[in-house]
């Protein structure tokens, strides 16, 4: 009896995908191969290959709308029609993060103009069978809206309400640990259109340099406590302009894409080198549990919820529902506006410091000049604007975090900015409406690549990407790269600092601040002239 039992055949055990991906942690934690063989049934090796398949698990996952509906997936295994799946899917996702209905019918139509588009020869039967194994690849639970227009109204926004503050109570967070990111268009290089410099630029063939976008990612928490460094995005991987410069030093987290767009690679590799190292840090300063939620709209940028936690589910992300993003993301509530109007008086503040001369400015503002505008303009925002822009979705913020008296939180308007460029060179004809135009002018820009359906389906078919974009023609106007000098370096700072120590208004800590510059350039040299000093003694000696 016994030994019938031991030669009999162990029972094949077939594991969801969620178990699959718990055996993946647990395995990456330190528990043994032996262990968990044990606990699921399955022999040595078959957990080997579970983990060694790891990242086709977490790639499946990513893919997918929610991991609630892939969870009871049995295999990874595609649709027959891999390309024509891919090209519905990513039509499915974009329509959800516009706000768009969509309903089974809907879908099955999108499916067949897509399989006609594609020219893919194998007949293709549009069933509901194909609409139930394409919900269950993706996880889509439901699709029963039937034309009705999405909107937030005030009953579903209360039942939202509620349902966040239950989050909140369940994981105990305060406002310091509620974050909120989203993406957006910047045209770096835009002036009023009535500006001298925008006529002739759109009377010149091939004119482009209004239209010079830039993705500005922006994070923060709901107390204002924490502004993350910004994402730029833009199309060069070394611009010319950044030879020289320590990107250590540089204010902002630069990424390059071929399309100045942010893709899902680019939040992943944000979200696990840079949000979460910085949560934590900021965490442990005001001796916080390491605990913090993300919220984000239902962008086609954005991974799965899935995958962006970390190994002890502390620090997550939870989506909005889609019909709630516009009315209640915190950064779509003011902040990426406040943000863009501070940069554009910044650039027009940059515009009076060339002494007006419009015509040179333009040619000198470069993309480095931009990003370094970007990271003043967000380091100016005050913790007043956060914390109102949470009031709808978390109205408790405004209590529970401390009085804050930001003075310089007032809205900087159309009839300020044109007070300031008054009587200005090339500005003649701007008024204020031109300035309400041109402040608006991006707020529209998503900063992830909104397709239309027959790019979907060319780049369904052809997963190949796109080639890199070479440096030189990144940025073909900008000039080369000027080496400075220490000599200069030490003369500049000298010459600064005399200039700062003969006025009387001069801040004492930026004096300071340049005698430490200055000292430390001097001893920079001291180093070099002693290291070409020993070069020469041991030349002369060999």
């Not at 699921?40 to 609630?68: A, C, G, P």
């Not at 965490?283 to 993300?294: E, F, G, H």
Request: proline share 4%.
């Amino acid at each position: 009896m016994s030994g019938s039992s031991a030669g009999a055949k162990r029972k094949r055990v077939v594991l969801s995908i969620a178990t699959k991906l718990q055996i993946v942690e647990r395995a990456e934690k330190g528990e043994s191969i032996a262990k968990l063989s044990s606990e699921f049934n399955i022999v040595n090796q078959t957990v080997r290959d579970i983990v060694r398949k790891k990242d086709e698990l977490y790639k499946f996952v990513t893919s997918s709308d929610t991991f609630n509906g892939t969870s009871a997936c049995k295999t990874t295994k595609g649709s027959k029609f891999d390309d024509l799946d891919r090209a519905v899917f990513e039509w499915f996702k974009q329509k959800r993060a516009e706000g768009c209905p969509v309903s089974g019918p809907l879908l099955l139509e999108k499916a067949k103009w897509f399989h006609c588009e594609m020219k893919i020869p194998e007949p293709f039967a549009v069933s509901q069978g194909w609409l139930q194994c394409f919900k269950s690849r993706h996880g889509i639970r439901q699709l029963d809206i039937q034309g009705e227009k999405i909107s937030g109204d005030s009953d579903a926004t209360a039942l939202y309400v509620t349902e966040f503050k239950r989050l909140v109570e369940a994981h105990d967070h305060s406002p310091d640990q509620l974050y909120n990111a989203d993406e957006t268009g910047l045209y770096w290089k835009a002036l009023p259109s009535k500006t001298l410099v925008s006529k002739e630029e759109k009377s010149a063939p091939g004119h482009k340099s209004s239209k010079e976008r830039i993705t500005v990612l922006a994070c923060t928490n709901a107390s204002g406590s924490h502004k993350l460094k910004l994402i730029c995005i833009a199309k060069s991987k070394n611009p010319r302009l950044f030879k020289g410069t320590q990107m250590c030093n540089f204010p902002v987290l630069y990424y390059n894409q071929t399309k100045a767009w942010i893709n899902r690679e680019i939040f992943k590799d944000w979200f696990f080198k840079h949000f979460v190292p910085a949560v934590r840090d900021h965490l442990r300063s005001k001796n916080l549990p390491q605990r913090a939620v993300l919220l984000l709209d239902n962008a086609p940028s954005h991974p799965s919820k899935n995958v962006l936690k970390t190994s002890d589910d502390q620090i997550f992300v939870a989506y909005l529902p889609p019909n709630m993003t516009l009315l209640k993301q915190s950064m779509d509530q003011g902040v990426l506006e406040a943000f863009k109007q501070r940069y554009k008086k910044s650039l027009l503040r940059s515009v009076l410091e060339e002494d007006g001369d419009l015509r040179e400015f333009y040619k000198k503002w470069t993309i480095k000049d931009a990003i370094f505008s970007c990271s003043e303009s967000w380091d100016d925002m005050p913790k007043l604007t956060f914390r109102k822009s949470w009031r709808k979705l978390f109205p408790d913020v405004m209590d529970s975090v401390e009085n804050v008296n930001d003075s310089e939180s007032q809205e900087i308007t159309a009839a300020s900015l044109l007070e300031e460029i008054q009587n200005v060179n090339g500005f003649e004809d701007v008024d204020r409406v031109n300035i309400e135009e041109w402040l608006l002018s991006d707020n529209d820009q998503p900063g992830y690549q909104v397709k239309d359906d027959a790019a979907l389906a060319a780049e369904a078919k052809s997963s190949a990407e796109l080639p890199e974009e070479s440096d030189d023609d990144a940025f073909e106007d900008e000039p080369s790269e000027k080496k400075v000098s220490i000599a200069e370096a030490l003369n500049f700072a000298e010459t600064l600092l005399d200039f700062l120590e003969q006025e009387a208004d001069s801040n004492f800590c930026d004096i300071l601040t340049l005698r430490k510059l200055r000292t430390s350039i001097k001893l920079k040299r001291c180093k070099n002239t002693k290291q070409r000093l020993l070069s020469d003694f041991v030349k002369k000696t060999s």
